[in-house]
Every structure is written in structure tokens, then in C-alpha cells.
């Protein structure tokens, strides 16, 4: 079994910055593109930001400049640090990862945190 936990998020006034954090636990060979998604309420999940094993990194129009994504491989670990917070950065923040498990046989799998929220607001 994998797990991957989330921690950093809470409560910041617009222009703040904030850490978030994401391990990954359990019997992994391999893990692939490390990934940050964000949900507001009443929208749907979207990619904030992706790095992959090879290190290549793409982000959001929105965060774009302001959010930057870095990964701990010897830790299993990825980061998200978000700088010139704005009150539509609030959602629930969720760490994704393609992870190759000991004794798979059919490759890679995805996993989810559980999320964090952040919430920008004065």
C-alpha cells in the first residue's frame, strides 16, 4: 500500500506565502510525475503544477511566476511554495503521484492525498 501525506496548508492574508508538503509512504519502487491539484468549492479539481521523475515542471496559467514545485527523492516527497497569495488561490489543495509499487504487475498507479485547505483571506 501507498499513502501520500499532505501538510502546510491554513489560514494566510492575501500576498502571503505558504509551504505545502506531500510524502509519500509504503512499498514503492518507483514514483513518477508528482503532481499538485487544487479544488474550490463548487468547481472542479484542476493541475496547479507537475514535475516529473526526469525533473521537467509545467504550472497553471494562474500560478504561474508566483508558485514554485520541487520534489525530495531521496525523502519521496514533493513541495509546492506559494508566494503573492490572492484570495482565488483558496481551495482544497491534493498531491497526486504515479507510483510504481513493489510486486506490480501492471505499472504504475495513481494516488491521492487527502487534501489540505488553504485559504487566502483577510
Known amino acids: 500500500q501507498v499513502q501520500l501525506v499532505e501538510s502546510g496548508g491554513g489560514l494566510v492574508q492575501p500576498g502571503g506565502s505558504l509551504r505545502l508538503s506531500c510524502a509519500a509512504s509504503g512499498s514503492i519502487v518507483r514514483i513518477y510525475s508528482m503532481n499538485w491539484y487544487r479544488q474550490a468549492p463548487g468547481e472542479q479539481r484542476d493541475l496547479v503544477a507537475r514535475?516529473?521523475?526526469?525533473?521537467?515542471?509545467n504550472y497553471a496559467g494562474s500560478v504561474q511566476g508566483r508558485f514554485i514545485i520541487s520534489r525530495d527523492n531521496a525523502k519521496n516527497t514533493v513541495y509546492l511554495q506559494m508566494n503573492g497569495l490572492k484570495p482565488e488561490d483558496t481551495a482544497v489543495y491534493y498531491c497526486?503521484?504515479?507510483?510504481?509499487?513493489?510486486?506490480?504487475?501492471?505499472?504504475?498507479?495513481?494516488?491521492w492525498g487527502q487534501g489540505t485547505q488553504v485559504t487566502v483571506s483577510s
Open positions: 514535475i516529473t521523475d526526469g525533473g521537467s515542471i
Open positions: 497526486n503521484a504515479g507510483i510504481l509499487i513493489d510486486g506490480s504487475t501492471w505499472g504504475p498507479s495513481d494516488y
